[in-house]
């Protein structure tokens, strides 16, 4: 039987905040207010998904259109789907907490080609049926029953190749979104008023560029895709949208995510024409942002975020040339606010000292390059664009710049390797570290990254083949150099993943019985991570019962390598390169024919330029319908003022008590830390910083409160670099925190006293306690609790962290526990049970920062030790904390 989420969605789960849609910018629109009600959903865990930029733009486009309303949902951590699958409760939408099913449009953002399996878990848990055709089936039998939403998905593979995953989807939203889903929307809107029926809806939203309807196209015996009724576009085109930074700063999510971070896009695609890059392809033409938009965008964001780190994103953001000017102008502006910049992986060959400044600082975040070849000819095979000396330069820039270890992507399994190529990855790396030695400077590190070859739809490689023998043998040959350079981890992508990813990511439509099955038997996305042997036997399992194994073995054996055929002249052991391919349908905007060519250039190692800064290469793109390439010019760079030490001069002390209450208790400590340093910053409050390599803002909780319990008595004392009005402060410090956060009172104390942790004493609690059996005689609470305050000892084994068993008193550590009777006030929040079984305590006790304290669950203990039967605590309020 259903469950409330309220009730699932508590301290015995693992980092409950994920799943309360309260974070800050969180939109809660009125159900009832609007016309179409989505829910964007990213299948992965919630602190991958409210980590994506995408995800979170679409989600604050959608809310700011009239009568839309959007809610988001993420893949419940393994704790939760279960205790969902066993109440059979729906998997709800974080801010609504309403089932998925309750709305009209449900789309799931699929961005790796094995990520299907975590939608079919998620629909699964929503109740919903797994294909389009069974939802038809659905309506059709139960018509009173209502409509499913319409479920869609986009993203980078369901833009590459949808075909796998057609029978899970009414729609597919292929491109950007920014413009494209506000469109779907009016469709939507439109076609709920005039009532029209579930396939004529379908049928008009096929009308709109950028979506593509599977059910109105048959797949051929040879994998090609046609339309099946003639109001349907022949080839569905990929949409195209201008970045839009201000849309960056859309929330703040109060548990640690992935990217922790405010990420701020500088440029959409990319030009570089890397042969084996498909988001390269798939992202043409290249979009700069103006500069004033970056720094003003980030400059606010910052301000309104409160966060201490952000990131810039392109493909390539060393290709924005404005970065250097954009980067330095920030960093100055925020010079003295503790913030650190990262990049994601970057061109090396663009790596100058103006990017080492800008990345640079008190912290020095994590720097990455790819050279992702070995030697010269595999690169220019690849068209990387990159030389030997180019490689070398950026390299020593980094040493001189500081950096002690950087991280390097290679790949192995590329068309036309050889062992030598293989084998030049290691030497490349010899080579760099002996040429960056630099007298009194510690020899460089590097933390190396091989991954294996994957080819993908709509680049030149997509007619290459790869093999998983191959992988190990090359990755055996690798392993065996860098036995003896100690100096660099080594990390290799399992063949495993790399050939299901393959597999699937060129498949066609009989792939989704493939998907289903493995979903079926396990191939989960923790199963990848945490018990890949069980997912990967999954995925084979499925292949087997598909009937698929011959096509598979041609991933595993390798089917050919079109650097050792005559591609003008193909037989039958090489796949021609005009047959049809399960992705033709789609107009990336990228010609076939240009791939063919671009092959046959890499055959010769021929490169092909940049056409953001060089001559047109005639891909096709550029167009009425793509648009153009926009590249802006580098504005001069303004002169670098330095980076800066963060103050760690402490002027005052101030001491505030504030109460945790609501959906606050299920905040972990460590994210309340997180969430006062962002208040502090975006209240722009003086706060002190600690010294060293990692400043920390100079806060400090008087004692961590346990998960799930609320408070009206916390402490945490402020030191600040600057003296201010202590009501000045609260009132700036209350205005940055959520209402379930309140600010009670504020002292200041002396710099030279004590601080609040290193004077707590004694915490009292309020305890909610009743029988687990309710059908046992009535309790008797005051003779137990008499019962309790007679002994002289309760034992208590307690665990160390060095795992030795230490026994403790637990009666000394508690000083007064009674009986709350109807009379005496509760604190703020709490209410008198309704039931005769409830009764709240009183209990004050020890609670020092030595680890000498008294828990609520020791409470419990001493009590059912007399009580002589089990009892259940339900909830635990700590009302105040008593010092020296």
């Known amino acids: 039987m259903s469950v409330s989420v309220n009730t699932l969605v508590n301290a015995e789960i693992s980092r409950p905040g994920r799943y309360l849609g309260n974070e800050l910018g969180a939109a809660h629109k009125p159900w009832d207010g609007a016309s179409v009600r989505w829910v964007l959903t990213y299948p992965e865990v919630y602190e991958v998904g409210a980590s994506n930029l995408g995800h979170i733009i679409l989600y604050s486009i959608l809310n700011a259109q009239p009568r839309q309303l959007c809610d988001r949902a993420y893949l419940p951590a393994p704790d939760l789907a279960a205790k969902l699958k066993a109440t059979q409760t729906p998997l709800f939408a974080v801010e609504s907490q309403r089932s998925l099913a309750d709305f009209d449009i449900l789309g799931f953002s699929l961005s790796y080609e094995l990520g299907a399996t975590n939608i079919l878990e998620m629909l699964s848990l929503s109740g919903i049926p797994l294909t389009w055709q069974e939802r038809d089936q659905a309506r059709a039998f139960a018509p009173e029953a209502g409509a499913w939403p319409l479920i869609f998905a986009g993203g980078q593979t369901a ?23 506000p469109e779907i929307a009016l469709v939507m809107e439109e076609g709920k008023a005039a009532g029209l029926s579930h396939e004529a809806l379908l049928l008009d939203l096929a009308q709109v560029p950028g979506v593509y309807v599977p059910r109105f196209y048959d797949m051929a015996d040879d994998g090609s895709v046609h339309p099946n009724r003639p109001d349907v576009p022949a080839r569905v085109l990929r949409r195209v949208a201008t970045p839009i930074p201000a849309y960056a700063m859309g929330l703040v999510p109060y548990v640690e995510t992935v990217h922790d971070r405010l990420t701020v896009e500088i440029r959409r695609g990319c030009t570089r024409g890397c042969r084996f890059c498909q988001p390269g392809m798939l992202t043409r033409p290249a979009r700069d942002v103006e500069p004033e938009a970056v720094i003003d965008a980030i400059e606010t964001g910052m301000r309104k975020t409160g966060y201490d780190e952000f990131s810039l994103l392109s493909l390539s953001c060393s290709d924005y040339l404005a970065l250097p000017a954009v980067g330095v102008e920030v960093k100055n502006r925020l010079k003295d606010e503790n913030i650190s910049l990262s990049l994601p992986s970057q061109r090396v060959d663009r790596f100058d000292e103006n990017i080492a400044n800008i990345i640079g600082g008190t912290r020095l975040t994590g720097l990455t390059f790819a050279p992702e070849a070995g030697t010269q000819r595999m690169r220019d095979i690849i068209n990387k664009g990159l030389t030997n000396e180019e490689l070398l330069r950026g390299i020593k820039t980094a040493h001189e710049q500081g950096w002690g270890r950087v991280k390097l992507y290679f790949m192995i399994g590329l068309p036309g390797e050889t062992d030598t190529d293989v084998l030049g990855i290691a030497e490349t790396v010899r080579w ?23 080819p993908k739809p709509h680049t030149p490689f997509q007619w290459h083949s790869v093999s998983t023998e191959e992988f190990r043998r090359k990755q055996r040959l ?62 084979t399992q499925a292949i087997d019962e598909a009937d698929l194994t011959w096509k598979y073995r041609k991933v595993d054996q390798g089917e050919w390598n079109v650097m050792d055929t005559d591609v003008t002249d193909v037989g039958v052991d090489c796949p021609s390169l005009d047959a049809p391919l399960p992705w033709d349908h789609l107009d990336t905007g990228i010609d076939k024919a240009w791939l063919k060519d671009d092959l046959l250039r890499a055959l010769e190692a021929a490169t092909v330029p940049d056409c953001s800064f060089e001559g047109c290469s005639h891909c096709g793109v550029c167009g009425p319908d793509f648009g153009h390439n926009v590249v802006v010019p580098p504005p001069p760079i303004p002169a670098f003022l330095g980076h800066s030490q963060p103050s760690s001069e402490r002027v005052q002390r101030l001491r505030v008590t504030l109460g945790k209450l609501g959906s606050m208790a299920l905040l972990g400590h460590l994210d309340m830390v997180r969430l006062f340093d962002r208040a502090l910053r975006r209240a722009g409050l003086p706060i002190a910083f ?57 002292v200041e104390v002396p710099l030279d006293e004590p601080s609040a942790t290193k004077l707590l004493d004694q915490a009292e609690y309020y305890l909610h306690m009743s029988l687990e059996d309710v059908s046992a005689a009535s309790p008797a609470w005051e003779d137990w609790i008499e019962s309790v305050l007679a002994l002289d000892e309760v034992p208590w084994e307690k665990t160390t962290k060095s795992g030795k068993i230490q026994l403790i008193n637990l009666r000394e550590r508690l000083h007064e526990l009674a009986v709350v009777s109807p009379e005496h006030p509760l604190p703020v929040g709490l209410e008198y049970p309704k039931d005769s079984h409830g009764v709240w305590l009183r209990a004050v006790g020890h609670c020092r920062n030595d680890g000498n304290l008294l828990r609520p669950e020791h409470v419990v203990s001493m009590v059912e030790k007399v009580a002589n039967q089990p009892l259940a605590l339900q909830h635990v309020h700590r009302s105040r904390l008593i010092f020296l």
């Open 159 to 181: 833009t590459s190749n949808p075909e796998p995953y057609a029978d899970f989807f009414d729609f597919v939203a292929l491109g950007d979104g920014e413009e494209l889903l």
């Open 432 to 454: 760099l570290r002996q040429a960056c030695t630099q007298s009194g400077r510690r020899p460089l590190a590097f933390n190396i990254t091989i991954s294996n070859f994957t």
């Open 478 to 539: 690798l392993r065996e150099e860098f036995r003896v350079l100690r100096w660099a981890k080594v990390n290799f992508t399992d063949v495993r993943i790399s050939a299901m990813e393959d597999f699937v990511g060129r498949g066609d439509r009989r792939l989704a019985a493939v998907v289903r099955r493995a979903w079926e038997l396990g191939a989960g996305m923790d199963s990848w991570w945490e018990n890949l042997e069980n997912a990967f036997k999954a995925w």
């Open 690 to 746: 600690t010294g060293g390599f990692h400043p920390g803002p100079r806060l400090s909780p008087a004692n961590a409160l346990p998960l799930g319990a609320t408070s009206s008595g916390e402490v945490v004392d402020f030191e600040l670099m600057r003296a201010i009005a202590p009501a000045d402060f609260l009132q700036r410090l209350a205005a940055q925190l959520p209402p379930e956060i309140p600010l009670y009172d504020i």
